[in-house]
Protein backbone atom coordinates (compact mmCIF):
# COMPACT_ATOMS: atom_id res chain seq x y z
CA UNK A 1 0.00 0.00 0.00
CA UNK A 2 0.98 3.45 -0.61
CA UNK A 3 1.83 5.46 1.96
CA UNK A 4 -0.62 8.29 0.32
CA UNK A 5 -3.08 7.58 -2.11
CA UNK A 6 -4.76 9.97 -4.19
CA UNK A 7 -7.60 9.47 -7.37
CA UNK A 8 -5.28 10.86 -10.13
CA UNK A 9 -8.40 12.35 -12.48
CA UNK A 10 -8.91 13.84 -14.35
CA UNK A 11 -11.91 15.52 -12.38
CA UNK A 12 -14.05 17.44 -14.92
CA UNK A 13 -16.69 19.64 -13.61
CA UNK A 14 -18.51 22.34 -14.95
CA UNK A 15 -17.35 26.37 -13.45
CA UNK A 16 -19.79 26.82 -10.23
CA UNK A 17 -19.95 23.18 -9.28
CA UNK A 18 -18.60 22.06 -6.27
CA UNK A 19 -16.41 18.87 -6.59
CA UNK A 20 -14.50 17.24 -3.21
CA UNK A 21 -11.31 14.86 -3.03
CA UNK A 22 -10.09 12.67 -0.64
CA UNK A 23 -6.87 11.65 0.42
CA UNK A 24 -5.91 8.48 2.45
CA UNK A 25 -2.57 8.12 4.60
CA UNK A 26 -0.80 4.93 6.10
CA UNK A 27 0.92 6.40 8.67
CA UNK A 28 -1.09 6.61 12.22
CA UNK A 29 1.22 8.70 13.58
CA UNK A 30 1.39 11.49 10.96
CA UNK A 31 0.89 15.14 12.64
CA UNK A 32 0.32 17.53 9.96
CA UNK A 33 -1.28 17.54 6.76
CA UNK A 34 -0.98 19.81 3.65
CA UNK A 35 -2.76 20.03 0.17
CA UNK A 36 -0.70 22.37 -2.14
CA UNK A 37 -1.53 23.09 -5.94
CA UNK A 38 0.42 22.63 -8.72
CA UNK A 39 -0.01 24.19 -12.30
CA UNK A 40 1.48 22.54 -15.07
CA UNK A 41 5.20 22.76 -15.02
CA UNK A 42 5.16 24.97 -11.95
CA UNK A 43 6.24 24.02 -8.73
CA UNK A 44 3.31 23.05 -5.85
CA UNK A 45 1.89 25.84 -4.30
CA UNK A 46 0.68 25.91 -0.83
CA UNK A 47 -3.28 25.81 -0.30
CA UNK A 48 -4.01 24.72 3.14
CA UNK A 49 -2.85 23.24 6.40
CA UNK A 50 -5.24 21.14 7.39
CA UNK A 51 -5.79 20.80 11.30
CA UNK A 52 -7.82 18.29 13.60
CA UNK A 53 -10.92 20.74 13.12
CA UNK A 54 -10.67 21.15 9.25
CA UNK A 55 -9.87 24.56 8.67
CA UNK A 56 -11.55 27.23 5.69
CA UNK A 57 -10.22 29.54 3.46
CA UNK A 58 -12.95 31.27 1.17
CA UNK A 59 -14.23 28.36 -1.11
CA UNK A 60 -11.71 25.98 -0.19
CA UNK A 61 -12.26 24.21 3.27
CA UNK A 62 -10.36 20.87 4.46
CA UNK A 63 -11.13 18.34 7.15
CA UNK A 64 -9.48 15.65 8.45
CA UNK A 65 -10.66 12.12 9.60
CA UNK A 66 -7.44 10.65 12.00
CA UNK A 67 -9.92 7.74 12.54
CA UNK A 68 -10.07 6.77 8.45
CA UNK A 69 -6.85 8.07 7.96
CA UNK A 70 -8.15 10.37 5.20
CA UNK A 71 -8.05 13.95 4.78
CA UNK A 72 -10.62 15.60 1.88
CA UNK A 73 -10.44 19.12 -0.28
CA UNK A 74 -13.88 20.63 -0.99
CA UNK A 75 -14.04 23.29 -3.80
CA UNK A 76 -17.29 25.50 -3.78
CA UNK A 77 -18.02 27.48 -6.81
CA UNK A 78 -15.83 26.01 -9.10
CA UNK A 79 -13.66 28.76 -11.10
CA UNK A 80 -11.47 28.01 -14.41
CA UNK A 81 -8.65 29.30 -12.67
CA UNK A 82 -9.15 26.24 -10.57
CA UNK A 83 -7.70 23.93 -13.24
CA UNK A 84 -4.72 22.03 -11.83
CA UNK A 85 -3.05 19.20 -9.81
CA UNK A 86 -4.12 18.99 -6.43
CA UNK A 87 -1.61 17.21 -4.31
CA UNK A 88 -1.72 15.67 -0.59
CA UNK A 89 0.96 15.70 1.62
CA UNK A 90 1.40 14.17 4.73
CA UNK A 91 3.97 14.58 7.77
CA UNK A 92 6.30 12.19 7.41
CA UNK A 93 8.42 12.86 10.40
CA UNK A 94 11.51 15.09 10.83
CA UNK A 95 10.50 17.85 8.19
CA UNK A 96 9.39 15.46 5.28
CA UNK A 97 6.79 15.29 3.43
CA UNK A 98 5.54 12.71 1.52
CA UNK A 99 3.04 13.80 -1.33
CA UNK A 100 0.23 11.53 -3.35
CA UNK A 101 0.52 11.15 -7.32
CA UNK A 102 -1.84 14.56 -7.36
CA UNK A 103 -5.69 14.62 -8.25
CA UNK A 104 -6.05 17.03 -11.96
CA UNK A 105 -9.08 19.47 -11.63
CA UNK A 106 -10.40 20.71 -15.12
CA UNK A 107 -13.34 23.17 -14.85
CA UNK A 108 -15.35 23.82 -18.25
CA UNK A 109 -17.08 26.91 -19.01
CA UNK B 1 10.05 39.28 0.64
CA UNK B 2 11.94 37.19 -1.70
CA UNK B 3 10.69 33.37 -2.04
CA UNK B 4 12.39 30.17 -1.94
CA UNK B 5 14.80 30.50 -5.47
CA UNK B 6 16.69 28.10 -7.29
CA UNK B 7 19.19 28.02 -9.54
CA UNK B 8 19.59 27.48 -12.62
CA UNK B 9 15.92 26.92 -14.16
CA UNK B 10 16.33 24.55 -16.75
CA UNK B 11 19.54 22.32 -17.72
CA UNK B 12 20.50 19.83 -20.13
CA UNK B 13 23.01 17.09 -19.38
CA UNK B 14 23.68 13.83 -20.84
CA UNK B 15 24.58 10.16 -19.13
CA UNK B 16 27.25 9.99 -16.60
CA UNK B 17 28.16 13.65 -16.10
CA UNK B 18 27.28 15.61 -12.67
CA UNK B 19 25.30 18.31 -11.96
CA UNK B 20 24.90 20.89 -9.24
CA UNK B 21 21.39 22.60 -7.97
CA UNK B 22 21.09 25.93 -6.42
CA UNK B 23 18.78 26.58 -3.47
CA UNK B 24 18.24 30.10 -1.05
CA UNK B 25 15.81 29.91 1.62
CA UNK B 26 12.82 32.25 2.32
CA UNK B 27 14.79 34.77 4.39
CA UNK B 28 14.72 33.43 8.78
CA UNK B 29 14.32 30.02 7.22
CA UNK B 30 17.29 27.59 9.12
CA UNK B 31 15.77 24.21 7.20
CA UNK B 32 16.07 23.25 3.41
CA UNK B 33 14.87 19.70 1.74
CA UNK B 34 15.22 18.67 -1.35
CA UNK B 35 12.31 16.75 -3.22
CA UNK B 36 12.37 15.19 -7.03
CA UNK B 37 9.38 15.24 -9.24
CA UNK B 38 9.19 12.76 -12.18
CA UNK B 39 6.23 13.46 -14.77
CA UNK B 40 3.02 12.27 -13.44
CA UNK B 41 3.88 11.89 -9.85
CA UNK B 42 4.12 13.91 -6.86
CA UNK B 43 7.88 15.08 -5.47
CA UNK B 44 9.48 12.54 -3.47
CA UNK B 45 11.72 13.54 -0.52
CA UNK B 46 15.55 13.42 -1.07
CA UNK B 47 17.01 15.22 1.59
CA UNK B 48 16.37 17.26 4.85
CA UNK B 49 19.19 19.76 5.92
CA UNK B 50 19.40 22.08 8.97
CA UNK B 51 22.25 23.97 10.56
CA UNK B 52 24.38 22.78 7.82
CA UNK B 53 23.77 18.67 9.01
CA UNK B 54 21.92 16.22 7.16
CA UNK B 55 18.84 15.36 9.18
CA UNK B 56 16.95 13.23 6.90
CA UNK B 57 17.38 10.87 3.56
CA UNK B 58 14.64 9.64 1.43
CA UNK B 59 15.64 6.35 -0.68
CA UNK B 60 17.89 7.85 -3.64
CA UNK B 61 21.61 6.32 -4.04
CA UNK B 62 24.85 7.61 -2.84
CA UNK B 63 24.75 9.11 -6.43
CA UNK B 64 22.54 12.16 -4.76
CA UNK B 65 24.27 14.21 -1.98
CA UNK B 66 23.42 17.62 -0.96
CA UNK B 67 25.53 19.98 1.41
CA UNK B 68 24.12 23.34 3.43
CA UNK B 69 26.09 26.55 3.69
CA UNK B 70 26.48 28.77 6.52
CA UNK B 71 23.94 31.37 5.05
CA UNK B 72 21.47 28.21 4.96
CA UNK B 73 21.61 28.40 1.49
CA UNK B 74 22.00 24.34 -0.37
CA UNK B 75 23.53 22.71 -3.07
CA UNK B 76 22.28 19.14 -4.21
CA UNK B 77 24.40 17.02 -6.84
CA UNK B 78 23.62 14.38 -8.12
CA UNK B 79 26.79 12.36 -10.18
CA UNK B 80 26.85 9.65 -12.91
CA UNK B 81 23.80 11.29 -14.25
CA UNK B 82 21.58 8.72 -15.55
CA UNK B 83 18.27 9.21 -17.80
CA UNK B 84 16.19 8.59 -15.22
CA UNK B 85 17.59 11.36 -13.23
CA UNK B 86 15.51 13.32 -15.71
CA UNK B 87 12.95 15.43 -13.41
CA UNK B 88 11.85 19.07 -11.76
CA UNK B 89 14.01 19.23 -8.34
CA UNK B 90 12.32 21.17 -6.06
CA UNK B 91 13.71 23.26 -3.24
CA UNK B 92 11.52 23.42 0.05
CA UNK B 93 12.24 25.87 3.07
CA UNK B 94 10.36 25.52 6.46
CA UNK B 95 11.25 27.68 8.94
CA UNK B 96 10.88 25.38 11.81
CA UNK B 97 13.41 22.66 12.44
CA UNK B 98 13.03 20.67 15.27
CA UNK B 99 10.58 18.31 16.90
CA UNK B 100 8.63 14.95 15.07
CA UNK B 101 6.41 16.57 12.92
CA UNK B 102 6.87 18.63 9.68
CA UNK B 103 6.16 22.44 9.61
CA UNK B 104 4.78 23.75 6.14
CA UNK B 105 7.25 23.94 3.24
CA UNK B 106 7.42 26.43 0.76
CA UNK B 107 8.95 25.67 -2.43
CA UNK B 108 10.84 27.35 -5.06
CA UNK B 109 10.07 27.39 -8.93
CA UNK B 110 12.68 24.16 -9.21
CA UNK B 111 14.96 22.85 -11.63
CA UNK B 112 14.19 21.10 -14.77
CA UNK B 113 16.99 18.77 -15.20
CA UNK B 114 16.94 16.93 -18.92
CA UNK B 115 19.28 13.90 -19.38
CA UNK B 116 20.18 12.48 -22.81
Known amino acids: RKEVEQDPGPFNVPEGATVAFNCTYSNSASQSFFWYRQDCRKEPKLLMSVYSSGNEDGRFTAQLNRASQYISLLIRDSKLSDSATYLC??????????FGTGTRLLVSP | DAGVTQSPTHLIKTRGQHVTLRCSPISGHKSVSWYQQVLGQGPQFIFQYYEKEERGRGNFPDRFSARQFPNYSSELNVNALLLGDSALYLC???????????????FGPGTRLTVL
Open chain 1, 89 to 98: AVDGGFQKLV
Open chain 2, 92 to 106: ASSSRTSGASTDTQY
